[in-house]
């Protein structure tokens, strides 16, 4: 079965450059999430999308910004890069139901690393 | 104080072992939990979900006590592939993102 895919899966970049990380979530799923984890710590949600409008927001730093277009894939864009901003960025799609939570399936994730 | 607290471990037990992890939550609001599994530089993958009557799936266990705002999962016959980070997950009413727990890692060894 198709899953979620991120690339690139490994990014290196310096401070103060720009990073795009792309995400293409499972077919016909029409919620994106987009979550960061720092080395030894859990998860943080940063942004999501459903039916590529901005759907909720966590702890995400105003230098990145994200969106989902029309085929539903999602972008995340972070500029002014920082050595804090060197993590693994995981992607989540998952279809929204009606009742009852919605199961996250997490792509295989982008780690990023400043220098 | 983070919205759910776990012990983070690591828990270090022989095979053939049961272990149980606890996770508290502070949000009353909670209304979906679960339990996701995490190896090393690996993404979360879903272990189980987690309903108030409990429920159980082959080795694995979950409880929910929405009185104490507290879940657990019990691991009977602990296997070597079980060794992983056990993340206690949560969402609240009407929002789509989950919230993390540290995780607890289990480390089983022979």
């Known amino acids: 079965a198709a899953g979620v895919i991120q690339s690139p899966r490994h990014l290196i970049k310096e401070k103060r450059e720009t990073a795009t990380l792309k995400c293409y979530p499972i077919?016909?799923?029409?919620?994106v999430y987009w979550y960061q984890q720092g080395p030894g710590q859990d998860p943080q949600f940063l942004i999501s999308?459903?039916?590529?409008?901005?759907?909720d927001k966590g702890s995400i730093p105003d230098r990145f910004s994200a969106q989902q277009f029309s085929d539903y894939h999602s972008e995340l864009n972070m500029s002014s890069l920082e050595l804090g901003d060197s993590a693994l960025y995981f992607c989540?799609?998952?279809?929204?139901?009606?009742?009852?939570?919605?199961?996250?399936?997490f792509g295989a994730g982008s780690r990023l690393t400043v220098l | 104080r983070k919205e759910v607290e776990q012990d983070p471990g690591p828990f270090n037990v022989p095979e053939g072992a049961t272990v149980a992890f606890n996770c508290t939550y502070s949000?009353?609001?909670?209304?979906?939990f679960f339990w996701y599994r995490q190896d090393c530089r690996k993404e979360p993958k879903l272990l189980m979900s987690?309903?108030?009557s409990g429920n159980e799936d082959g080795r694995f266990t979950a409880q929910l006590n929405r009185a104490s705002q507290y879940i657990s999962l019990l691991i009977r016959d602990s296997k070597l592939s079980d060794s992983a980070t056990y993340l206690c997950?949560?969402?609240?009413?009407?929002?789509?993102?989950?919230?993390f727990g540290t995780g607890t890692r289990l480390q089983v060894f022979p």
């Open positions: 997950v949560v969402n609240s009413y009407n929002t789509d993102k989950l919230i």
């Open positions: 949000n009353s609001a909670s209304q979906s």
């Open positions: 999308f459903y039916e590529k409008m901005q759907s």
């Open positions: 987690v309903y108030s």
């Open positions: 077919p016909r799923h029409d919620t």
């Open positions: 989540a799609s998952s279809l929204k139901r009606t009742s009852g939570a919605n199961v996250l399936t």
